[in-house]
Structure formats: structure tokens, C-alpha cells
């Protein structure tokens, strides 16, 4: 028989948890509208990967499939409009016989931050100041790609 104890300390614990998930949302929503305005129109993805399931195996189809699915926290144009993300990126891993050697076959499938789940959401607003520092960088590299091609068309 469970306690009502118990019961009535996970209730109260749902409370909380559901009420601070409330702040997530505002945290990512703030970080959306900051980064809005930049008009950046460069997509980036930071790594390390929020989540990693490492290679799994699935018995329940034949052949046997062979997987890995990472969890990226990113920037990128996503309905209609440039905002945080998610990218769940899936590996396939398939013996190709006539190499004689492991094929991958990889799939992404892209979701706004705020659409995902709370676990994913938590661990994206944890990430939050390593992803600016990232973004940051990112954006130096591409400017500095576009000096690079400036500096090169001027040559000619």
C-alpha cells in the first residue's frame, strides 16, 4: 500500500517542479528576444551535445539496427524564424558487404527549444552561457572569412 505521506510530498514537489518549469520558458523566451534583434542569420550548434544515448541496439527489427542519438543545443531559422533549438541528430550504423566496412547514415530532426522537453529545456538553460561564448566565436569566424574574401577581391 503506498503512504499518503509519500503521495502528498510528490504533489507538492509536482507543484514546484511545474512552477519553476514556468521560469525555464521565460529564461529561453528572454534569450530569444535578446538574440532576435541581432539579426544574426548564422545557424550554430554547440557541442558538446546536451545528451548522448551512445550506441544502442534494437532486437526488434531484422536486420539488427545499430543507433546513436545526440541532443544538440543550436540557433537557427525554425518556423519562420530565427530562434533557440534543439537538433536531435540519429545515426544509423549499417554493415555495408560490399566494402567490407561500417556505413553511417545520419538524420536530424529539429525542434524549437521551447517545444522541447522540460529535461532537455533544463539542460539547454545550463549550457546557456558556454552557447553564447560559442555563438560569439562563431560569429568572429565567419567575419572574419568575409574580411578574408574582401581582402582577396581587392587583390584582383
Same mark, same amino acid.
Given at each position: 500500500m503506498v503512504e499518503t505521506k509519500s503521495i502528498a510530498e510528490l504533489s507538492d514537489l509536482a507543484k514546484q517542479l511545474n512552477s519553476q518549469s514556468n521560469? %525555464?520558458?521565460r529564461y529561453i523566451t528572454a534569450l530569444n528576444e =535578446? $538574440? #532576435?534583434p541581432l539579426n544574426l542569420g548564422l545557424e550554430f550548434?554547440? +557541442?558538446?551535445p546536451l545528451a548522448y544515448t551512445g550506441v544502442r541496439l534494437d532486437s526488434s527489427v531484422s536486420p539488427l539496427r545499430k543507433f546513436?542519438? #545526440? &541532443?544538440?543545443l543550436g540557433y537557427c531559422e525554425l518556423e519562420d524564424k530565427w530562434q533557440l533549438a534543439i537538433k536531435e541528430t540519429t545515426t544509423d550504423y549499417q554493415w555495408n558487404a560490399e566494402y567490407n566496412e561500417e556505413d553511417t547514415v545520419e538524420e536530424d530532426d529539429y525542434t524549437p527549444l521551447l517545444k522541447a522537453s522540460r529535461e532537455i529545456r %533544463? +539542460? #539547454? &538553460? +545550463?549550457?546557456f552561457d558556454e552557447f553564447l561564448t560559442g555563438l560569439i566565436a562563431? &560569429?568572429?569566424? =565567419? $567575419? #572574419?572569412k568575409i574580411q578574408r574574401a574582401e581582402k582577396a577581391a581587392k587583390l584582383k
Open positions: 521560469s %525555464l520558458n =535578446q $538574440l #532576435a550548434w554547440y +557541442e558538446p546513436s542519438v #545526440a &541532443t544538440f %533544463l +539542460e #539547454a &538553460t +545550463e549550457k562563431h &560569429t568572429k569566424a =565567419q $567575419l #572574419a
